[in-house]
């Protein structure tokens, strides 16, 4: 689509999505893209501004990755942040080295006022810092427009050249004026009017993929989950009958999910979709025997996916298109170029090299999660199916740690029934981005009836977020997690240990595996 577009080149930082989120917030369309994207492609895409990302790098160490240097001669307004903004002083000239002091976390950072970044913040602000190196003196013709007591440049600008940089992490929620500086740089610098609206991408990707498909069939896959759903109610609305949706119940769905998904989308539901549910159980415990390595059983549960939708078009006929609830955090976590690869996402990195299909339609692929929803909310989509839980395709495979049994598979599901249903009814869901039981492969002594024990842990999640990039773990109430762990260890066997998992994203991910 011909819209006003702003690029974040990857350095190997682990904001790259955030930062792209953030200037989404700002209703300007953004992509991720790696840092040695070429000048002819850049050109081609005519963005209105770049953005570098940080990264784990020294710009000037032996693994130093470094961008064309002509990139700043295109006249397109660019922002370095972090490492980004090392690399922009070490092209252009300035110096970078190893900080006599390193920062880390909250600093007050004292910003030039009449900086174009800093417009409208205060003289001195709190910002996350994150950093080993520092910019030591700034290229020519640039000036210093931030600095702390440990850092004389912190943040730096030449208007002329359109290039500015901070040394800080603007996209993070511990800058307490980030946005505000983000804003400036989108809307004040690059000159971005804010047309990226919710209501106009649904309408045009109708449109997309009603000429896409023309007379063709269309098969979609689906889970059930928010993604997919969404994709599943775009479709129908686009062509209508000549769509089918396949439901694979693989046996690793949350307790009583798969009558729940049938109840809303087979032929007693709301929606005229042909519907057709496949019941695959067994076949999934088989493949996963043995497997006991997250990315192998990511893998093995995307390929056997593929080939049920594969065997269930061969029954319906000639099928052209498969449809994905692929979103752009699970495009970005499974490798974007040379980035790290975060974990495969099964309808994304867990494809096998041979799919037989004409094309995959992927209608929500470049959208984060509170887009998605946006987007349901947009198609009409009752908000209790558009705000319900995330599950991941992958399902219950990456909430047991270790090998996947039928078993295992019943004590997570009755356990993080219990969960949920305890967390729902004391109130404490409002505000949850996501929480779930997982099972751990940790065995450890206990004591029931007077007798020894050698049973499972179950780890209970939750998490506070929104998009689902970074997220905090979330402080259930004492008297709550009480009531959940006495309901598990006595409900369900095999389990005779709950913990709580307090870690945020990052370092960790909200999934287990």
């Known amino acids: 689509m011909n819209r006003e577009k702003v690029i974040v080149l990857d350095f190997g930082g682990q904001y790259n999505q955030l930062i ?8 300007v369309y953004c992509e991720v893209y790696p840092y040695d994207l070429s000048l002819d492609k850049i050109k081609e895409m005519n963005p209105k501004g770049i953005i570098f990302t940080g990264g784990p790098n020294s710009v000037y160490g032996e693994g130093a990755v470094l961008c064309d240097r002509d990139i700043f001669s295109l006249g397109i307004p660019i922002m370095g942040i972090c490492y980004g903004a090392q690399a922009m002083a070490h092209l252009l000239g300035g110096k970078v080295t190893t900080a006599p002091v390193s920062e880390y976390g909250k600093t007050e950072v004292a910003v030039d006022q009449n900086a174009a970044l800093f417009a409208g913040v205060s003289k001195k602000t709190i910002c996350w810092m994150s950093h ?23 943040g730096m600008e030449c ?7 901070v040394q800080f992490h603007p996209e993070v929620m511990h800058t307490a004026e980030g946005m505000t500086m983000l804003r400036n740089f989108v809307m004040n610098i690059c000159g971005c009017s804010g047309d990226w609206k919710m209501d106009a991408f649904v ?19 689906l889970s059930g989950g928010v993604d997919s759903s969404v994709a599943a109610v775009m479709l129908a609305k686009a062509v209508g009958r000549q769509l089918t949706c396949v439901f694979v119940d693989h046996g690793l769905l949350r307790k009583n999910e798969g009558d729940e998904v049938e109840a809303v989308f087979g032929p007693e539901g709301p929606y005229d979709l042909n519907f057709i549910r496949v019941n695959a159980q067994e076949r999934f415990y088989e493949k996963l025997a043995g497997a006991t390595e997250p990315e192998q059983k990511r893998k093995i549960i995307g390929e056997e996916f593929i080939r049920v939708f594969e065997e ?16 752009y955090p699970d495009v970005i976590e499974s490798g974007l170029g040379k980035s790290a690869v975060i974990k495969s996402h099964h309808n994304v990195g867990g494809l096998p090299d041979y799919v037989d299909f004409k094309e995959i339609i992927e209608p929500l692929r470049m959208l984060f999660k509170d887009e998605v929803r946006k987007a349901g909310l947009e198609l009409g989509i009752p908000e209790h199916l558009v705000f319900r839980q995330p599950f991941p395709g992958p399902g219950l495979g990456i909430r047991i740690i270790g090998e996947v049994t039928a078993e295992k598979v019943r004590m997570v599901q009755e356990a993080d029934y219990i969960y949920r249903e305890e967390i729902a009814r004391a ?16 065995r450890s002594v206990g ?4 007798e020894r024990t050698y049973d499972y842990a179950v780890a209970l999640r939750a998490v506070e977020t929104s998009d ?20 598990i260890v006595n409900e369900v066997k095999g389990v005779n240990r709950v913990l709580y998992d307090c870690t945020g994203k990052p370092p960790a991910t909200v999934e287990l595996e």
Not at 436 to 442: C, D, G, I, P, V
Not at 447 to 450: A, F, K, L, R, S
């Open 20 to 27: 792209a989120r953030r200037v989404r917030e700002c209703n």
């Open 132 to 154: 080993t190196d520092y910019i030591e003196k700034a290229p020519a013709q640039f000036r210093v427009t931030a600095h702390t007591p440990v850092c004389p440049v912190a």
């Open 159 to 165: 208007p002329e050249k359109k290039l500015y940089a």
């Open 203 to 221: 309408e045009t990707t109708i449109q997309a993929i009603r000429t896409k498909v023309g007379n063709g069939k269309v098969l979609c896959a």
């Open 312 to 327: 269930e078009a061969k029954k319906i006929g000639a099928v052209d298109f498969l449809v994905q609830g692929t979103i």
């Open 427 to 442: 109130g404490v869901d409002k505000g949850l981005g996501q929480y779930f039981a997982a099972l751990t492969n940790m």
């Open 447 to 450: 004591v029931m009836g007077d």
């Open 468 to 487: 689902f990039m970074t997220a905090e773990a979330a402080q259930i109430p004492w008297e709550v997690l009480g009531k959940v762990t006495n309901r």
